[in-house]
């Protein structure tokens, strides 16, 4: 009786990338219940806190309804007050600033910051209209801050960034090893999968290798807690384990595998000025491994042409490893003794060598068991890590040596963050360096295909890898940005070091456009322009979650007053250029030049005349998607109907994107994600593959046992170079790569003046920066603010109680905020740690900026502070 009058539609969750299915309720044009969709593999009718309050969040009293302009006596005001005006007005001020900046610092003088919650439309509208219609690749979004790492990762390892397995592996396996994730708070409704399974299956044990006990240490077999960065150092301690117990996989490697490694001295990514610490080096047995890699490099290792393009193809910088034998590895690894690792990892002052070096050699047991299966887990602890690649690649390595990679309840699975990490920001390429479905900006005959489809003249595509996240904002602070529009992001407070680039937006000359639902504190501090955005149901929409599956949702209820899609927005300022002032000769840093192709596209057809978006968005094929659809018939489409012209972009925009996925991963089609219930690619022939490289499942393995492929691959001549020379005239096939990464220690650490580690994170309660989280009353009264989580002892020896308030401050910044000593997050002494959901408690601004230098991913995972009671 209380669902009388309920309309029940299939959606997804928004909060979290293991891809919830929801059913959501509206009635009277509102949403007014969400539910776990018992049809969805994932969830299997269930939700956490934040999937059930999906149904509030769009309904918080301060929802944007209007665009806000900063102005005084009617005009914009850089230091003026925010006042409504209409969308002709704030397109008409953005058009005019863009258009400077455009004109005067050329493509890379703009550009978009935005996210993995777009949806995979808004993906293909941001990419189509930088990449194609301004020729800038300066698109990034703070997947760069979570997921970069694993991508970069798994570039190197297989050439291709696609996770080879799923969440049902976490059933058919016999042991969960969490590398520095925390699902019990980020991925609730995994984690109850995983307990569930260790519930019922004999056996089954999880293993949480953290820096501090969190609250998936309360259904952990074991707490391995390691001091900050020294995962390194434990999974070279296994490699080497593997090595000396002689249990790896020789005919899996021999045919599929071949040893990488690669220079220690590659930096880490920092602003010039904040070059303050640098004690890698310090360590003897890191310079002792260092030794190890120059003398391998000093006789040649091998390298092999294809490898130095392929690293800058995936954002970092070029040449960063090289092919070795077996040999080499071996001798790469031999310093990681247990009694080396337990010096250097051990993370609890109060746990005795003998236990930790005990649970070491428990974890490497379970590693070289032949006959056990092993799921690990990487996810922040892993990517968000000045060496995030390396690990990333270590972990693949235990994997491969042990031939236990993309098998049922065999593989390193990397989780991600947010809804659409995988789907929008990875297959879709809203990052600096890349394009759609693995192709890469670099690579010229990617570029081609890319042109090809998207029916451009030859040569439109600029081949120069964009800024990335921190570079855009760097950008904003050196001069070299001009314009940032961010969407479905707030940046401001969720980037590490962030008081700079606030300082940086309020630069005279530059101009700040925040899109989004609320008033966030990036709309409020740092903006000139906000735009009011529509929310989840109030458009269609396509997630791709971390275990390759899509799944979509139809508009369920109206955007409130002018609120728009980002679609919308995109669209709508295409409409603004025109082609000959963007695909004119342009000039770019570096004294790089695009080409003018303006003779081309008159050749094709295109009037230079038309506008980006007749052009860009105008092929025969977008347009042949209409609206109404008949398909959809009594459905709305919000952008559809107020850009009036007839067509559906959301779906025209997807199956455009569809047919880049076609011979490499094949998702299924907008109608089945709209109507299906998840479906996982590659999707062949009505049918999911549920693992990738391995022959058994994965049709693309073409009737090999195990086959890795993906456009990176196809470039790379590679294969097992024991005696072979660089004039060996043929590559051998297509091997994913088992890499050796020294351990070095963080570039801050606690010292005489900032004694503590510092952590963050999330809280099951809160997503990201709480911009919608807070604005749903349960969830605020059950968190309403974000505290420092110290150890007791520590408090103690500093005077402060349990709910003081402290001052805490790194070299970065001083903030303020309320001591818990304990709770749900236990840490030990030494350590601190807080989630950055509150604008009022802004932990990221003490976090450090250092970047891993391959994936460009930044570290919040360690820093060092000091507390004090306030
Ligand atoms: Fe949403 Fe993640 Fe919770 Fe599922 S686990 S309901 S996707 S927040």
Redesign the pocket.
């Known amino acids: 009786e209380a669902e009388a009058g309920i309309t029940w539609t299939k959606g997804v ?1 928004r ?2 990338g ?3 299915g929801l059913l959501v309720g509206t009635k009277n044009g509102r949403i007014v219940a969400t539910k776990g969709d018992p049809d969805c593999e994932v ?1 299997r009718g269930l ?2 806190l ?2 059930y309050y999906n149904s509030e969040i769009m309904y918080g009293k301060d929802r944007l309804t209007r665009p806000l302009m900063r102005r005084t006596n009617g005009k914009f005001d850089k230091n003026g007050k925010f006042e409504p005006v209409s969308w002709k007005e704030a397109l008409d001020e953005m058009e005019k600033h863009w258009r400077a900046a455009y004109q005067e610092l050329g493509p890379t003088g703009v550009g978009i910051f935005g996210s993995g919650q777009y949806t995979i439309p808004e993906g293909v509208a941001v990419v189509k209209l930088l990449k194609a219609g301004f020729r800038s690749n300066n698109i990034d979004p703070n997947a760069r801050l979570c997921m970069a790492s694993a991508v970069v990762g798994m570039y190197q390892v297989f050439g291709v960034d696609e996770p080879s397995a799923g969440y049902h592996d976490f059933e058919r396996t016999q042991n969960i090893v969490l590398w520095g994730n925390n699902p019990a708070e980020a ?4 984690w109850s999968r995983i307990i569930a399974a260790k519930r019922t299956i004999p056996g089954y044990r999880i293993i949480n290798l953290q820096t501090h006990p969190t609250l998936s240490s309360r259904n952990a077999d074991v707490d391995i807690i390691f001091k900050p960065n020294s995962d390194l150092a434990i999974a070279n301690y296994i490699l080497r384990e593997i090595v000396h117990r002689g249990c790896y996989d020789k005919d899996f490697i021999d045919r599929h595998c071949i040893f990488a490694t690669g220079p220690t001295d590659i930096g880490y990514g920092m602003r010039p000025t904040d070059k303050f610490a640098y004690p890698a080096e310090k360590d003897t047995q890191a310079k002792q491994v260092k030794k190890v890699l120059s003398e391998a490099e000093a006789v040649g290792q091998r390298r092999r042409p294809g490898e130095a393009v392929e690293q800058k193809h995936a954002g970092g910088p070029a040449g960063s490893h090289w092919h070795i034998t077996f040999e080499d590895f071996k001798k790469g690894v031999e310093p990681y003794t247990l009694e080396y690792t337990v010096r250097v990892a051990k993370g609890d002052p109060d746990e005795s060598a003998d236990s930790f070096a005990k649970k070491l050699k428990m974890l490497a047991d379970i590693y070289c068991d032949k006959a056990s299966r092993v799921i690990s887990t990487g996810c922040m602890g892993t990517n968000q890590h000045q060496r995030g690649t390396w690990i990333n690649e270590s972990l693949y390595s235990i994997h491969l040596l042990m031939n236990k990679q993309a098998k049922p309840g065999n593989s390193m699975f990397s989780l991600t963050g947010q ?1 659409s990490a995988c789907g929008t920001c990875r297959e879709v390429g809203t990052f600096s360096h890349r394009l759609p479905s693995d192709l890469l900006v670099a690579n010229p005959k990617h570029r081609a295909k890319c042109e090809k489809i998207w029916g451009l003249p030859e040569g439109t595509l600029n081949g120069v890898v964009g800024y990335d996240a921190m570079k855009l904002l760097r950008g904003l602070e050196d001069g070299t940005v001009r314009f940032l529009w961010t969407q479905v992001v707030n940046i401001f407070q969720s980037t590490p070091n962030s008081t700079h680039w606030l300082r940086a937006a309020r630069k005279p000359e530059n101009f700040i456009v925040v899109a989004d639902a609320y008033p966030t504190f990036s709309a409020t501090q740092a903006a000139d322009l906000i735009l009011p955005a529509s929310m989840i149901f109030e458009k269609w929409g396509v997630y791709g979650n971390g275990e390759r599956r899509t799944n979509g949702w139809p508009e369920m209820v109206k955007a409130p007053g002018e609120a728009r899609t980002d679609v919308w927005m995109m669209l709508e300022f295409a409409k603004r250029f025109k082609i000959k002032e963007c695909w004119k000769e342009q000039k770019l840093p570096g004294g790089k030049t695009l080409p003018n192709v303006l003779d081309r596209a008159r050749a094709m057809g295109i009037d230079p005349e038309a506008s980006l978006y007749d052009v860009i968005f105008g092929n025969k094929f977008l347009r042949s998607f209409k609206w109404p659809d008949p398909k959809w018939k009594g459905r709305a489409c919000g952008t559809a109907e107020v850009l009036g012209d007839g067509w559906f972009p959301e779906k025209a925009l997807y199956e455009e994107y569809w047919q880049f996925t076609q011979g490499e991963h094949q998702i299924c089609h907008f109608d089945e994600s709209i109507l299906g219930h998840g479906i996982v690619w590659p999707y062949i022939d009505g049918k999911s593959i549920s693992y990738r490289f391995n022959g058994k499942y994965d049709p693309f393995c073409k009737g090999a046992d195990f086959a890795f492929y993906g456009p990176l691959m196809k470039a790379i001549p590679s294969g097992n170079l024991d005696g072979v020379t660089d004039k060996t005239p043929k590559p051998l096939p297509n091997r994913a790569k088992i890499f050796f990464r020294p351990y070095a220690d963080p570039v801050e650490m606690p010292d005489e003046k900032y004694d503590l580690w510092f952590d963050t994170g999330r809280l099951m309660e809160h997503w990201h920066t709480g911009t919608m989280t807070t604005r749903v009353p349960e969830l605020l009264k059950a968190v309403p603010e974000a505290r420092l989580y110290m150890n007791p002892a520590d408090a103690k020896k500093r005077g402060i109680a349990d709910g003081d308030r402290v001052k805490v401050t790194s070299r970065r910044a001083t903030i303020y905020a309320r001591a818990c000593l304990g709770g749900r997050m236990p840490v030990q002494k030494g350590i601190t740690w807080g989630a950055f959901f509150d604008q009022n408690v802004q932990f990221n601004q003490l976090c450090l900026d250092a970047t891993c230098p391959l994936s460009l991913e930044p570290d919040y995972k360690k820093c060092a502070i000091r507390v004090e009671k306030a």
């Open positions: 969750c909060f979290c293991t891809g919830c969830n939700t956490c934040k999937g991925h609730p409704v995994l809804p």
